[in-house]
């Protein structure tokens, strides 16, 4: 019994969850996209995140590379520290830690607006006004997320490659040449490119977990602190484990 | 017309409303009264598409809402207006951006120089001339009621729905409330259904009142017949304080009377 509880109320989230994404997938192709208020959002999210997060990739870089030098220097491959670099932080590290990034910051506000709008009626005067509130609420955060999660992607791997870079050769003492001959043999362009595409899938996965948490979040402040921590955590559990799928489908063969 | 023909809802074991069935009859104001919890909200709810009932019809301009697709309930919303117990206004626009919002989200909005005459004159209507440029945060309470009103007029409904517009207001503010209800049923004649539970405000703005109790429908009559209405819960809501002159006027009690 204790044990069914938890497991139906998970079946039946992810039910909701299903019918609010094709609700939402429906209304998306039944109007017009709302572009201006798309670029508005996506302004505001990539001000708002760059620099949290191109800090925040600067010292896993740092750290990777450390940690990365002292592991291979006794086997005698420190110089393989730029390998290591491009193999953990570049296909893995950089895309889930933006993205990690972006449910923290993005996920949640969009949850805990979306949540006090829901509260305040705002969401049912959408509806009696004749807007779709999925149309109006979602499609502008989508479009945003999808826009600017993959730039953001990018811009910290390179944040996190220059502070690997500073702290290998003007820490360190590595050569400069042999640091990116090998980065080149852990991530190539390739790659960066699988890194944007899988945060495109992990930002549709957040701005539609955490819409959703809004939508149904229970009524009170204490609707919208659950609705907002579920935003969060169910984003990044969710991109984890798709990470690894990803990861097992570009990688794994 | 609005009617409802033995509807009820209930929400997991608790039945909101019982078989309920009603008219509202066009031009006119309706107010539907009722204790905390009777109902009277999902009744509105109901009206406007936001609910479904488990049973029966709702009718609303010859729309079923019951059957109707999302395309047709859409198209009905677009002939109704309603303002919302705590106004619902969104806080980053300004008073200007939210009258003007269910025009800018029509499919064809109108040109901008006729959204503009609109949300003047809108504004006006509710006595806030001038407020165009102001931040909703920074409206007192009944302010925000009056802007909530104009955002509801300013489509041009054929019904109006109120859900307790006198929530939340001190009673000078709630009467100025009233007046403007009133004025507005002059102005407009088109259907008003308040929802309320202040039986001096829905004396005053009603043409017809409808008691609601236990999800039921207990009376449902003209102002006149309602106030001798013998029903207990008629009675202890009008707490015997509330009567009609000889010239038909509403009398309410004195400070002295209330104090015995």
């Known amino acids: 019994m204790r044990v069914a509880g938890p497991v139906v109320r998970a079946l039946a989230a992810t039910g909701r969850f299903g019918l609010f994404s094709s609700r939402f997938i429906r209304v998306m192709f039944q109007h017009r996209p709302p572009f201006r208020r798309a670029l508005d959002e996506a302004y505001r999210i990539g001000v708002q995140s760059l620099p949290v997060l191109l800090t925040i990739a600067a010292f896993v870089g740092t750290n990777l590379t450390m940690q990365g030098y002292h592991a291979f220097k006794p086997m005698g491959g420190e110089k393989m520290v730029g390998m290591f670099v491009g193999l953990a932080g570049v296909r893995e590290l950089a895309p889930i830690i933006a993205a990690a990034m972006i449910a923290a910051k993005v996920g949640t506000e969009m949850a805990s607006r979306i949540a006090v709008m829901r509260i305040r009626e705002e969401i049912d005067a959408l509806s009696v006004m004749a807007v779709n509130p999925h149309w109006y609420l979602v499609t502008p955060r989508l479009m945003a997320t999808i826009l600017v999660l993959p730039a953001l992607t990018v811009l910290s791997i390179y944040g996190m490659l220059v502070a690997s870079y500073g702290v290998a050769v003007y820490q360190l003492g590595l050569n400069g040449q042999e640091f990116l001959d090998f980065l080149q043999r852990g991530a190539t362009v390739t790659d960066l490119a699988y890194g944007a595409m899988k945060s495109l899938v992990f930002g549709t996965i957040i701005c539609l977990v955490s819409c959703y948490c809004g939508f149904y979040s229970k009524p009170g402040p204490r609707g919208v602190g659950s609705a907002t921590n579920s935003a969060v955590v169910t984003s990044a559990v969710v991109c984890v484990m798709v990470n690894y799928i990803i990861s097992e489908l570009v990688y794994g063969r | ?260």
């Open chain 2, 1 to 260: 017309m609005i009617s409802l023909k033995n509807v009820s809802i209930s929400f997991g074991d608790l039945q909101v409303l019982k078989n309920v069935s009603a008219q509202f009859p066009t031009g006119e104001t309706t107010a539907i009264l009722g204790r905390s919890g009777a109902g009277k909200s999902v009744i509105l709810k109901l009206l406007v598409g936001l609910l479904k009932a488990d049973s029966g019809e709702v009718d609303v301009l010859g729309t079923e809402l019951g059957r109707a697709s999302q395309k047709e309930l859409y198209s009905l919303r677009r002939r109704l207006g309603m303002l919302f117990q705590h106004s619902a206004l969104f806080d980053s626009l300004t008073v200007e951006e939210n009258i003007a919002f269910p025009l800018e989200q029509q499919k064809t909005p109108p040109p901008r120089t006729e959204i503009d005459r609109r949300v003047a004159e809108s504004l006006n209507s509710v006595g806030l001339s001038g407020f165009q440029a102001r931040n909703v945060s920074g409206l007192s309470g009944g302010q925000r009621k009056r802007v909530g009103l104009a955002r509801a007029i300013i489509t041009k409904p054929e019904i109006l729905l109120f859900d307790e517009p006198n929530s939340g207001l001190d009673p000078l503010t709630s009467e100025a409330i009233d007046a403007l209800i009133c004025q507005m049923k002059q102005d407009l004649g088109i259907t008003f259904i308040v929802i309320t539970h202040d039986i001096v405000g829905a004396l005053k703005v009603a043409d017809h009142l409808c008691m609601l109790d236990e999800g039921k429908i207990v009376e449902h009559a003209p102002v006149k017949q309602f106030l001798i209405s013998e029903h207990p819960v008629v009675r202890g809501f009008l707490n015997r304080n509330v009567s009609i002159d000889d010239e038909g006027g509403i009398r309410a009690p004195t400070v002295d009377e209330i104090r015995g």
